[in-house]
């Protein structure tokens, strides 16, 4: 069956740029997560989505950032005026259940953003 | 939530069993013990999960100790695709997964 998937699997922008990042989560899960994973790190999470609803932000390193998930299914994650410091890669992840942490959570490939 | 500890590298041959240690010292009651692992350029993958009894699965088994400040994953004939990253993550159910730098297991042929 289809997973999380993620686009653009690679973005490259220069400094200041605004960029967009989708995920299509799993067809039903009431869940979505937003991750952040420098190179050498494990993840570390950005935001938390039950459905439309976001629940938790408070991994959002700056103003900079924004999600949404407007019809509760594909989330955008957003970064305006990137900089060098937000290259990384954002993994986005999907749970049938909610509202809680305590599920299994369904990972995508993630997108690698590069900001020069 | 507790804060866990692994060794950042391991090797193990192919077809030998693979025991990941992870120490939770601090784990609170409402704690559970979650393991994912992390392919080379693929997000992470759910292994396993437990609270204080042991569990087993089609991919792992979770050993946690008694007192529940230490537990191991293990795999238990390691192939070359099990070459990962893998994340021992102590959660309760409020609160994000905090995946740390977890442990390199490099399979052997």
């Known amino acids: 069956g289809a997973g999380v998937s993620q686009s653009p699997r690679y973005k490259v922008a220069k400094r200041g740029q605004d960029v967009a990042l989708r995920c299509d989560p799993i067809s039903g899960h009431v869940s979505l997560f937003w991750y952040q994973q420098a190179l050498g790190q494990g993840p570390e999470f950005l935001t938390y989505?039950?459905?439309?609803?976001?629940?938790?932000k408070s991994g959002l390193p700056s103003d900079r950032f924004f999600a949404e998930r407007p019809e509760g299914s594909v989330s955008t994650l957003k970064i305006q005026r990137t900089q060098k410091e937000d290259s990384a890669v954002y993994l986005c992840?999907?749970?049938?259940?909610?509202?809680?942490?305590?599920?299994?959570?369904?990972f995508g490939p993630g997108t690698r953003l590069t900001v020069t | 939530d507790a804060k866990t500890t692994q060794p950042p590298s391991m090797d193990c041959a192919e077809g030998r069993a693979a025991n990941l240690p992870c120490n939770h010292s601090t784990i609170s009651g409402n704690e559970y013990v979650y393991w994912y692992r992390q392919i080379h350029s693929q997000g992470p993958q759910y292994i396993i999960h437990?609270?204080?009894n042991n569990e087993t699965n089609e991919m792992a088994s979770l050993i946690i100790t008694e007192d529940r400040k230490s537990s191991t994953l293990i795999l238990p004939h390691a192939t070359l695709r099990d070459t990962a990253v893998y994340y021992c993550?102590?959660?309760?159910?409020?609160?994000?997964?905090?995946f740390g730098k977890g442990t390199r297991l490099s399979v052997i042929a």
């Open positions: 989505f039950q459905n439309e609803a976001q629940l938790d």
């Open positions: 437990g609270l204080k």
């Open positions: 992840a999907s749970s049938p259940s909610g509202p809680s942490f305590g599920y299994e959570q369904y």
């Open positions: 993550i102590a959660l309760s159910g409020n609160t994000p997964l905090v």
